[in-house]
């Protein structure tokens, strides 16, 4: 255990001394920092001129419907726009020359002929142009009630017409959901936290497992090719090698998730973020124990069963040229069971995720994935974790076995009879 130690100490320091990691991970803070406040940057800088519009109201010759249309939309708080009055008479150029001089952004203005009980509504701009969608709705929800009101003469008050007005919302409920509307948006806000949680699990998933893994085999490559490692083992066993390169990596990973958690929690408590993250309905404290724990447990079991096998055909390679290729179809699984999981999100019950749960490769983000945004029966995580497990060990002890002999056969890589030849030599 002594040695074991030694050979985590020495691996993990190794790293994180270099400068090639120091500048990725500051590199990898910068763009985390720039993404998570993109929204506000770009309200800030890119929309200053994503002001209410001044719309010109035209009394004449409607004054009555022009002063209803102005009380309607003052009591709906329509956004987008705000009424410049105008009461007295006013031509056509003095319009045109407010709307050239920008002091309006466009005028309407009512027909004198008030067919069917309510008299036409022309939205003139300087451009000719329709409003964008937003303020349309407005205009077109307000003229609505006015215009109800209008041909029901005074039968209804101006709060039941604006009643009459406001569109009919169609709530969503889980059946058998007996909490109301609190417990309803409670379990939205930890449907929306466990969401977000299994997403970046995922995307840690791959790009730390990738890295991590491409870190043991370049090293053990390394060290094979020049020679180091003949030098290595006759003071430390392979397996003690192997398995302190793994696990050191493994706390690398680790220091890298807190390192990249310290960053975007930094940037999501900063004021503007917070009241974005509010609007969206999203609260990371509602985030699932049972969600937090099984990332974690799926996340550990699957580092190690890739990691054993980065290690092992590290082992196989004598050139680093070679290794790219090498590790290929590791990485390919890799990508694969993340592809699986990410384009499975909106779809968990699908057969094709259900079955890539209990596939020892792509279980780790699979089984995730269904656990957090879908309902999963206890003994389907069970027989998910008890497969996970057992090819976790039988790998490792594989890989254990294939490092052992490995490290020490040069030249071209061995053939699947050699390597079985050389492992049955040595007893575990």
Do not use: C
């Amino acid at each position: 255990m002594n040695k074991l130690g030694t050979v985590i100490r020495f691996s993990f320091m190794s790293k994180i001394r270099k400068r090639s990691f120091v500048v990725t991970m500051i590199v990898l803070a910068v763009l985390i920092t720039v993404l998570a406040n993109v929204p506000y940057l770009l309200d800030k800088y890119m929309n200053k001129d994503d002001q209410p519009l001044n719309i010109g109201l035209v009394y004449e010759p409607q004054p009555q419907v022009a002063e209803k249309l102005r009380l309607v939309s003052d009591q709906l708080k329509s956004p987008g726009y705000h009424f410049v009055d105008y009461k007295e008479q006013t031509s056509d150029s003095q319009l045109q020359q407010d709307l050239k001089s920008k002091k309006l952004d466009a005028y309407l203005k009512f027909s004198k002929e008030a067919a069917g009980g309510f008299p036409e509504v022309t939205y003139v701009s300087k451009s000719g142009d329709d409003p964008d969608q937003d303020v349309a709705a407005a205009l077109q929800n307000v003229l609505q009630t006015v215009k109800m009101q209008t041909i029901a003469g005074g039968s209804l008050s101006d709060s039941q017409l604006a009643e009459l007005a406001t569109p009919v919302a169609l709530n969503a409920e889980k059946a058998g959901s007996a909490d109301g509307e609190a417990g309803a948006k409670s379990n939205e806000a930890s449907e929306a936290a466990n969401y977000i949680y299994v997403y970046v699990l995922i995307i840690l998933f791959l790009m730390i497992n990738t890295t991590t893994g491409s870190m043991i085999a370049s090293e053990v490559t390394a060290e094979k090719s020049s020679r180091i490692m003949e030098i290595l083992i006759t003071s430390v066993s392979p397996l003690v090698q192997m398995f302190g390169k793994i696990i050191a990596m493994f706390l690398l990973g680790l220091l890298q998730i807190a390192f990249f958690a310290a960053v975007v929690g930094i940037n999501l408590s900063m004021p503007h973020n917070i009241d974005a993250i509010k609007g969206l309905g999203v609260d990371i404290t509602q985030l699932s124990l049972d969600v937090f724990l099984y990332g974690l447990v799926f996340y550990i079991l699957g580092y190690f069963l890739y990691a054993t096998l980065f290690a092992a055909i590290g082992s196989l390679v004598s050139r680093t040229e070679e290794l790219g290729q090498a590790i290929m179809p590791i990485t390919l699984m890799l990508m694969v069971s993340f592809y699986i999981g990410i384009f499975s999100i909106a779809t968990p019950d699908a057969m094709l995720i259900k079955i890539a749960s209990y596939i020892p490769f792509t279980a780790p983000i699979s089984m995730l994935v269904r656990i957090g945004v879908s309902e999963v029966a206890p003994w389907e995580i069970a027989v998910s974790l008890a497969i996970l497990l057992a090819a976790t060990l039988l790998f490792g002890w594989l890989s254990a076995k294939i490092y052992r002999t490995g490290v020490l056969l040069y030249g071209k890589r061995p053939s699947l009879k050699e390597l079985g030849k050389a492992m049955r030599a040595y007893k575990m």
